[in-house]
């Protein structure tokens, strides 16, 4: 059972372009929702995080939009770049102690390419 | 360098044969992880620690074991390996609880097996 859900499966934008990333969540009790990025060859590195007590964070070009009553976050990447070309992950955590406790739950991967 | 290594990055195997993957970091970190990689399924946890002789299942233990004799080394053992552990493999370690702390990822090893 895939508790994160994240769509689409590719995304191809021309530099300038503005890609959005999306994620829905089942688990009411997850606290913590990360964004990993992965370029070819490496492991993921985090890139950005939100809690669900506010409905967007931004750091730098990269935004997450959090809708805490539908379930569902997003990543924005403004102004996007052929250096932004990677793997991006969504994942959450739940503190509670309930069945996903200490584990990273994430969603399948989102191939980004930005063509120049 | 603050980071998590790996061992081996790249290994064929044959069926039955058993290996071991090391992960070691040199941050003093309390909790670690390992993931497997496929396509279309994203990062899928197999076995995590939370300190030293404390492991629990992730969300697809069957046919791993781990071990955590020290705060620096997490092991990722295939005792029978078979073709459906054919996967990238990625060790992670955090300085506490995934919720509160970001995960640092190591380089990965490519498992094929035969």
């Known amino acids: 059972q895939q508790q994160v859900k994240q769509s689409p499966q590719s995304l191809i934008v021309q530099k300038g372009g503005i890609p959005i990333i999306n994620c829905a969540y089942e688990n009411t009790a997850f606290d913590y929702f990360p964004w990993y990025q992965q370029f070819p060859g490496k492991g993921p590195a985090l890139l950005i995080a939100i809690r669900p007590d506010v409905s967007e964070k931004k750091e730098g070009r990269f935004t997450i939009s959090f809708n805490k009553s539908a379930k569902q976050f997003s990543l924005h990447i403004m102004d996007s770049q052929p250096g932004d070309s990677a793997t991006y992950f969504c994942?959450?955590?739940?503190?509670?102690?309930?069945?996903?406790?200490?584990?990273?739950?994430f969603g399948q991967g989102t191939i980004l390419t930005v063509h120049p | 360098e603050a980071q998590v290594t790996q061992n081996p990055r790249y290994l064929i195997t044959v069926t039955g044969k058993k290996l071991t993957v090391t992960c070691s970091q040199n941050?003093?970190?309390?909790?670690m992880s390992w993931y497997r990689q496929d396509p279309g399924l994203g990062l899928r946890q197999i076995y995590y620690?939370?300190?030293?002789?404390?492991?629990d299942k992730g969300d697809v233990p069957e046919g791993y074991k781990v071990s955590r004799k020290e705060k620096r080394n997490f092991p990722l053992i295939l005792e029978s390996p078979s073709p459906n552990q054919t996967s990238l493999y990625f060790c992670?370690?955090?300085?506490?609880?995934?919720?509160?702390?970001?995960?640092?990822f190591g380089p990965g090893t490519r498992l094929t097996v035969l």
């Open positions: 992670a370690s955090s300085k506490g609880l995934v919720v509160y702390n970001e995960q640092f």
């Open positions: 994942a959450a955590s739940d503190p509670s102690g309930g069945t996903s406790y200490g584990k990273l739950t």
């Open positions: 941050m003093n970190h309390e909790y």
């Open positions: 620690s939370m300190n030293v002789e404390v492991t």
